[in-house]
């Protein structure tokens, strides 16, 4: 019996230490999505243009699971996420954002889902996000992005970044933005 109390311990550490990476944690995030390539970015010319963030739902969601964790976060603030890197690039190129500009340009991610690629557990988190981008003269634009990364909030910071980096991609929106 002696024999049996000194080795159950060493047996039942890593089981202890298998549930709890198992059970996981639930995190509030809000993407922080890195500057675009430049290389990705057309040449445009100084405008002046208002962003607005047309997300009305702030209710804070379940985004997904991947790497035993659950993320929450809410689409009004990951859109406002997206507008924050697009004003950026915008001001690196000149393009002034302001309030009651001429050009108005409305976002909204309507869907943003965290998963893996590959096996659970075993594979890569990936995250989607769905970007809608609609001007004042009528111009509608669906960007639908998945991307990988080898953490669950890198995956969803790139795909922000892939979304609002397919705007630049897009004629019909930079027809828009360079008149």
Request: glycine share 6%; with cysteine.
């Amino acid at each position: 019996m002696t024999k049996l109390l000194k080795y159950m311990p060493a047996r039942i550490l890593p089981l202890l230490i298998g549930i709890i990476l198992l059970s996981g944690c639930t995190v509030h995030y809000l993407p922080k999505p890195s500057a675009i390539d430049p290389a990705k970015i057309p040449p445009l010319t100084g405008q002046t243009i208002t962003l607005e963030n047309t997300q009305t739902d702030s209710t804070e969601i379940t985004i997904g699971k991947a790497s035993a964790k659950t993320m929450t976060g809410d689409l009004h603030s990951w859109t406002a996420s997206a507008i924050h890197l697009l004003k950026t690039e915008f001001e690196k190129r000149d393009i002034t954002v302001k309030k009651n500009a001429q050009k108005v340009l409305s976002l909204s991610i309507i869907k943003a889902e965290l998963g893996v690629s590959g096996l659970q557990y075993a594979g890569l988190p990936k995250c989607g996000v769905d970007l809608e981008v609609k001007t004042d003269s009528g111009y509608k634009l669906n960007i639908s992005i998945e991307s990988n990364a080898m953490s669950v909030t890198g995956a969803c910071d790139s795909a922000v970044k892939a979304a609002v980096s397919a705007m630049f991609m897009d004629d019909g929106l930079m027809k828009y933005i360079d008149e």
